[in-house]
Structures are given as C-alpha cells and as structure tokens.
C-alpha cells in the first residue's frame, strides 16, 4: 500500500501559469484535505472533500479549485499562479472519524 | 471558527532533559488533539493523540496532557534523544462530525544539544 501519493514532488512555475497537483489515496478513505506550510505559520487547510464529488473550502481557499471526481483521488488546481503561492503543498487523507490524517509526502511549489 | 496557538515557536534542551510543548484551542466542542512530528523535508507524521474523555495519554517517553476547563493540552517529551529534533505541531478538530477538519497550531521547532 502506497498510502497518499502527491505528484509532481517540485515545480516552478511563472506568475501566471496554471498547474494541478494530484493527490491519490488506497486507503478507502472518505475524507480528503489539501494544506500549506509556510515557514512560521504550521499547516493551514485550503480545501477539503467530505466524499466524491463534494469539496468545501478551508482557511485560506482563494486562488485555488479542487475537484474529486473519483473517491481515491483529490486535485488541487491553480488558474494563474502568483508568488504568494509558493509554499509547500500536503495532502491528507482521513475517515469520518477524524481519527488523525495520513499525509503525503508534499509537493514544493515555486512561483516567479 | 477554531483556532490553535502553540508555544513556544522554538525549544532547545539538552540531550537527557525533558521538553514541553503547549497549546491552546479555541472551540470547545473538540474533541480530538493529535501531535504531528515532522522532521526536515518529510511529511507529518502522527505521533500520539488523546481524546476530550482522557486527561493524560503516554507512549514511552512521550506523553499528552489535556484540561478541558481551561482548553490548554501540552506534549512532554522526556529522556530527550538527538532523534527528537524535529518541529513539532499540536492540532485540535471536532471528531465525528461533517468535516473532521483539523486544524493546527504553528509548530514548534525543538533542537536537542548534544
């Protein structure tokens, strides 16, 4: 078992440019987030999916989409990327019980 | 909505004493408090986490507090060991409900001199 697989790992990208990020899970779970970690400021939730097809939005979800079209799997998207986007991006993965989150190994975003 | 304050940002102790980190949340219907430890470069890692029924929890050298009064949970880490150096992040969310959100606290950047 894979557990949450991010991809890519690192991407630069120029102010403006659009991107994805991909999240999968094989743990059946119901529950997905997308965070960002910023130096200083710990984990803080941009969107997160209660099921497929159902997303809602976290604390800081202006300047991204996401869409769960299959239950294993979570995207988050930018439409025109700006430097106060670059961050490191996790997601996690967790069932209704909220009984702690498995987390994938990040994605390191750049923007320029 | 909750919000999670965890001090202090940054901790160094020496290898073999005890090191205590604290948070504070603001929602008092949660009812679940994880700890995350993340070491330089890799994901968060769950590493003990005590429910709103329990006032203490350990694992080893590692233990959670909790007071539901004052809405206030630490983590003692004892017999510190260079391995434990890391930033650690304390986190609350309501268990059992819509979204299980949870949210964390800033971290705490904890250095063990050997």
């Known amino acids: 078992n894979a557990g949450v697989t991010q991809t890519p790992k690192f991407r630069v990208l120029k102010t403006g440019q659009s991107m994805t990020l991909l999240c999968a899970q094989d743990m059946n779970h119901e529950y997905m987030y997308w965070y960002r970690q910023d130096p200083g400021m710990g984990l803080r939730l941009i969107h997160y999916?209660?099921?497929?097809?159902?997303?809602a939005k976290g604390e800081v979800p202006d300047g991204y989409n996401v869409s769960r079209l299959k239950k294993q799997n979570f995207l988050l998207g930018l439409e025109s990327a700006a430097p106060s986007q670059t961050s490191v991006y996790f997601c996690a993965a967790g069932t209704q019980l909220g009984y702690g989150y498995t987390f994938g190994s990040g994605t390191r975003l750049t923007v320029v | 909505g909750e919000n999670v304050e965890q001090h202090p940002s940054t901790l160094s102790v020496q290898e073999g004493d005890s090191a205590v980190i604290k948070c504070t949340y603001s929602d008092s219907a949660s009812n679940y408090f994880p700890w995350y430890k993340q070491e330089l470069g890799k994901r968060p890692q769950l590493i003990i986490d005590?429910?709103?029924?329990?006032g203490e929890k350990k694992d080893q050298r590692i233990a959670v507090t909790l007071n539901k009064t004052a809405k206030h949970f630490s983590l003692h880490i004892t017999e510190t060991q260079p391995e434990d150096s890391a930033v650690y992040f304390c986190a609350a969310s309501i268990s059992h409900s819509s979204a299980s959100k949870i949210i964390f606290g800033s971290g705490t950047r904890l250095s063990i001199r050997p």
């Open positions: 999916s209660v099921g497929e097809g159902t997303t």
């Open positions: 005590i429910r709103s029924n329990v």
